[in-house]
C-alpha cells in the first residue's frame, strides 16, 4: 500500500469542494411545498413518497469533469437543507442569524429568505413534525430541558446502517419489483407498498439525470471525456440492474447514501462494514483484469470527498450539542466474521490509506479490534492515527459482541456482524432502527437538584421535587437516596417524552425508501419508524460519569468520612460558585482522589450509578415495542450541558464544561498515565454502553515518531482489547500547534481533531469547545 498514491483528481476535487461557500438551500423545501399542496387527499405515507420522487426527479444536479463518483442532494456541496416536514418554526426565528452564529454558519440568500416566509413556512406553519410535538408535550419537555435533551424533536431520526449488501444487489428496479411480490402477499398495507415503488422509480431516474449530465460533461471536457462516459454508463446501468463492478458498487453506494439524506434529512446514515461486502467486487475485478489497485484507491479516496459534501443544518442550540458537523458516515473495517475468527483484507488496508490520504472529517472511520486482530492492520490503521487526523476510532469485539447478545437479545450472527453509526453507537447490519440518541441525561444536574431541593443553583428555579438538601443528610447513603429519587423522576418524565416523540415521527415522517433496505420491513409491510425493522431499540446517554465519580468521592470522603468540609460549608460554597471559598475548592479538587487514577472504590461508585441508571431502562420498552438501553457518550454536548450545572463538588466551578467524551476522566484529573485509565474505565460494566461508549485520550505526535512508540501503542491497543473496554479515540496534536490555530485560523484551515465520536475541523468550533480540547491531558508515553 506504500506505493500507492492520491492521484492529481483527487487534490483538484479536494480543493475545489474546500473552497466552496456554504449555503442554506430551500430547493427541496419549495418542492415537497408544492407536493403537499397538489397532494392534501392522501396520506402522510403517500405524500412522503411523492415528494422525494419529485425532489429525485426536479433538484438541480452537477458534476465536476473530474469526478468519479457523482451524486449530491443539492447542486452546491456543504449545502444546509431546510426540511419542512420536520420543523421550520427555529429556521423562521433564525434564518437571517445563519451566516453570524457562533457554530456551524451558512451563508444565505435574501430572495431564498423571502420565499421562505412569504410560501414555505405559512403553509407548514403547526403542521410539522416539531409543531407536533410541541402541542403534545411542549412544556413538559422544557421543563426537564436542564436535566435531560430530548433529541429527534425536529428532524428525522436517521443513526442507521441499511441492508447495503441488499441495494447493492438489487438497485432500485430490484427493490421495486421485490416491494410488487411483496403487496400482492400482503394486501392489507397496499400504501406502504405503493410508496415504495414510487420512491424506488424516483431513484431510477436521479440516476439516468446524472447519466445525462456527464454525457453533456464529456462532449465538453476532453481530457477526461472517457472517464465521464464510463461514468455515465455506470449511472446508466445501476438505473436497472444492481451493482456488477467495484466502481458500479462504490457509485450504488454513494447513490444510496445521498437518497436516503434527501428523504429524511437526518444524521448518521453509515456504510458499515465496506470492507466485507465490497470485497467480493473488489477481489474479482483484480483477479480478472479489470481494476488495479492503484484505481480501486482512486474510487475510494473519490468517495472520501462525497462523504464530505454533505452536512446537517441544526439550529443554534443544537449546533452546541453536535458542533462542527457530525454527520456521521461511519465506516467499520476489521473485526470478527460470522464464524467469529477475525477477517481483514486489502480493501480494509486501502480503506485507511484513503484516510491517511485526505485527513477529512467524513468518513468516522472505525476499526474494530479482537485478540486475534493481525498485527499488520494494526500497524497500518496506527500509521493513520499518527497523522493526527482524530482517525481511526477503535471498537472491542471481545467487549461488544457478548453483551449484545446477553443484554438485548441480538442474535449471535447478527452481533459478529455489528456496525457503528454516527460517534460510537453500535448497530447491526442492515436489520436495526436503533434509535440510538434518543435523549442525553445529564446526571450532575440530578446531583446538583439533589443536593439543592431540587432548585437550579444557576436560577434558584425549583425544576426538581424537594427531596432535601445537603446540609440536611446525615449520611453520604441519604445523600445516595435523594439521588436516586431525583434520577427515577426524572427517567420517568424523559420516558413520557419519548412516546410522544417517537409517535410523532411515525406520524409525520414514514420513510418508504430507508425501510425497503431494513430487513424485514418489506416482508411485514410496516415502516421502519412504525416498527418494521428486527430490531427496535432505543438509547438514552448519560452525561457525565466521571463528574459524577469525582463530585461523589470528594462528598464521601472530605464531607462525611474525614468531615474535612462541613455540610452546610459545600452548600455555602456550591451556591457562591467557590468565590470566598477558595479553600474548599482547593480541598475538592486537589485532596479528593479522581476517576481515571486506577483508585478503584473511585470508580465504583460512578459505575454504581451508571448501574443503577441501566437497570432503570430495562422497566421501559419504547413506541416500537422494543427496549431501552444507555450508552455513554457526549458528541460535543459536555459543553453546553456543563453551562446548565452549577459549581460542583469535585471542584468544578458553574457553567464550566464537563468531562469529554462519555467514559473519559474529567480533562486534567488523570495523573497516574494512559494505562490507568484503562484500568478505570474497564470498572465500567460493557452492559452500560450497548448504545455506545466514548474513551478520548491524546498523545504527543513525537511519541509515533519511531517504530518501538508505535510498537508501544500496539501493546496499548491489545491491552485495551484484554481489558475489554468498548472503545477508544485518539488526538494526535501539540497544544502550541492548536493554540496556534486559534490565533490565526487562517493557517490551520485543513486541521482535524477528534471533538467527541466524531472528527471536525478545529477551526469551525466555537471558542469554548475549542479551549477544552487544548485543555485535555497529553501522553508523551505509555
Not at 411542549?138 to 449488501?165: L, R
Not at 449546533?319 to 456521521?328: H, L, Q, T, V, W
Amino acid at each position: 500500500m506504500k506505493d500507492l498514491k492520491k492521484t492529481e483528481r483527487i487534490d483538484i476535487l479536494k480543493d475545489k469542494m474546500l473552497a466552496e461557500p456554504r449555503y442554506a438551500s430551500i430547493e427541496q423545501a419549495r418542492i415537497i411545498t408544492r407536493v403537499y399542496k397538489e397532494n392534501e387527499d392522501k396520506s402522510t405515507v403517500l405524500k412522503r413518497a411523492l415528494s422525494l420522487k419529485a425532489a429525485l426527479e426536479e433538484l438541480e444536479i452537477a458534476v465536476q469533469p473530474e469526478e468519479l463518483i457523482v451524486g449530491n442532494r443539492t447542486k452546491g456541496v456543504r449545502a444546509g437543507v431546510v426540511f419542512p416536514e420536520s420543523g421550520l418554526k427555529w429556521i423562521n426565528e433564525e434564518f437571517e442569524t445563519l451566516p453570524t452564529r457562533p457554530q456551524d454558519k451558512f451563508q444565505v440568500r435574501e430572495e431564498d429568505i423571502r420565499e421562505f416566509r412569504e410560501e414555505i413556512y405559512p403553509y407548514w406553519h403547526g403542521r410539522s413534525m416539531e409543531d407536533v410535538i410541541s402541542q403534545n408535550y411542549g412544556p413538559e419537555i422544557s421543563a426537564m430541558a436542564k436535566v435531560v435533551k430530548i433529541n429527534q424533536k425536529d428532524h428525522a431520526q436517521g443513526h442507521i446502517c441499511p441492508d447495503t449488501k441488499l441495494w447493492l444487489e438489487l438497485g432500485p428496479a430490484g427493490l421495486a419489483e421485490k416491494a410488487r411480490r411483496a403487496k400482492e402477499q400482503h394486501p392489507e398495507n397496499p400504501e406502504f407498498y405503493d410508496a415504495v415503488i414510487l420512491v424506488m422509480e424516483g431513484a431510477r431516474t436521479f440516476m439516468r439525470r446524472y447519466a445525462r449530465l456527464l454525457e453533456k460533461t464529456a462532449a465538453e471536457n476532453e481530457a477526461y471525456r472517457d472517464d465521464l462516459l464510463d461514468l455515465a454508463d455506470i449511472c446508466e446501468a445501476l438505473a436497472d440492474r444492481g451493482a456488477q463492478t467495484f466502481h458500479e458498487a462504490v457509485q450504488s453506494l454513494w447513490f444510496l447514501f445521498t437518497i436516503l439524506h434527501m428523504e429524511s434529512n437526518a444524521s448518521s446514515f453509515s456504510p458499515g462494514r465496506m470492507d466485507q461486502y465490497l470485497w467480493p467486487y473488489y477481489e474479482k475485478d483484480i483477479r480478472e483484469g479489470r481494476l488495479t489497485e492503484q484505481k480501486a484507491l482512486e474510487i475510494l479516496e473519490a468517495l472520501w470527498l462525497k462523504f464530505n459534501q454533505i452536512v446537517y443544518l441544526r439550529n443554534q442550540h443544537s449546533a452546541k450539542y453536535f458542533a462542527g458537523f457530525p454527520i456521521g458516515f461511519n465506516i467499520a473495517i476489521g473485526g470478527v466474521d460470522e464464524e467469529g475468527n477475525d477477517t481483514y483484507n486489502d480493501l480494509s488496508l486501502l480503506l485507511l490509506k484513503a484516510q491517511y490520504d485526505l485527513g477529512l472529517p467524513q468518513p468516522n472511520l472505525s476499526v474494530r479490534l479482537n485478540r486475534n486482530t493481525s498485527r499488520e492492520l494494526l500497524q497500518d490503521a496506527i500509521q493513520v492515527v499518527a497523522k493526527g487526523s482524530g482517525m481511526p476510532q477503535f471498537f472491542n469485539d471481545e467487549a461488544i459482541i457478548h453483551t449484545m447478545v446477553q443484554d438485548l437479545g441480538i442474535e449471535e450472527k447478527d452481533a459478529r456482524d455489528y456496525a457503528i453509526v454516527g460517534c460510537v453507537e453500535l448497530t447491526t447490519h442492515g436489520n436495526n432502527l436503533g434509535w440510538s440518541d434518543a435523549a442525553m441525561f445529564n446526571l450532575n444536574k440530578a446531583l446538583e437538584l439533589a443536593m439543592n431541593h431540587g432548585k437550579c443553583l444557576l436560577t434558584g428555579e425549583q425544576i426538581g421535587p424537594d427531596f432535601g438538601g445537603i446540609e440536611e443528610f446525615e449520611t453520604f447513603e441519604e445523600l445516595e437516596e435523594a439521588f436516586r429519587k431525583t434520577i427515577d423522576h426524572f427517567i420517568d418524565e424523559m420516558m413520557k417524552a419519548e412516546v410522544v416523540v417517537e409517535k410523532a415521527h411515525q406520524d409525520c415522517l414514514p420513510t418508504a425508501f430507508l425501510s425497503a433496505v431494513i430487513d424485514d420491513c418489506l416482508d411485514k409491510g410496516l415502516d421502519v419508524t412504525a416498527g418494521g425493522a428486527k430490531y427496535n431499540l432505543s438509547g438514552i446517554q448519560m452525561i457525565q460519569v466521571a463528574n459524577l465519580a469525582d463530585s461523589l468521592a470528594a462528598i464521601k470522603e472530605l464531607v462525611y468520612d474525614e468531615k474535612r468540609i462541613s455540610r452546610e460549608e459545600l452548600k455555602q460554597a456550591l451556591a457562591d460558585n467557590f468565590e470566598g471559598h477558595e479553600i474548599t475548592q482547593t480541598m475538592l479538587l486537589k485532596r479528593a482522589p479522581k476517576y481515571g487514577n486506577d483508585i478503584q472504590w473511585v470508580d465504583d461508585l460512578g459505575a454504581k450509578w451508571a448501574g443503577y441508571f441501566r437497570e432503570r431502562m430495562k422497566d421501559y420498552t419504547n413506541y416500537r415495542g422494543g427496549p431501552y438501553h444507555t450508552g455513554m457518550y457526549t458528541v460535543s454536548a459536555h459543553v453546553p450541558m456543563g453551562e446548565n450545572v452549577g459549581a460542583s463538588a469535585d471542584g468544578r466551578k458553574a457553567k464550566e464544561p464537563l468531562a469529554d467524551g462519555g467514559m473519559s476522566p474529567v480533562y486534567g484529573r488523570d495523573m497516574t498515565g494512559p494505562t490507568a485509565v484503562l484500568k478505570s474505565v474497564s470498572r465500567m460494566d460493557d452492559s452500560f454502553t450497548t448504545n455506545g461508549g466514548l474513551l478520548n485520550m491524546k498523545f504527543l505526535p513525537e511519541f509515533f515518531r519511531t517504530q518501538t512508540g508505535r510498537d508501544k501503542f500496539e501493546h496499548f491497543l491489545r491491552a485495551f482489547v484484554d481489558l475489554e473496554i468498548p472503545h477508544i479515540q485518539f488526538n494526535v496534536v501539540n497544544r502550541e500547534d492548536l493554540i496556534d490555530a486559534q490565533i490565526h485560523p487562517e493557517r490551520h484551515q485543513s486541521l482535524t481533531v477528534r471533538v467527541a465520536g466524531y472528527t471536525a475541523y478545529f477551526t469551525e468550533l466555537a471558542g469554548k469547545l475549542q479551549d477544552e480540547i487544548i485543555e485535555r491531558t497529553s501522553y508523551a508515553d505509555i
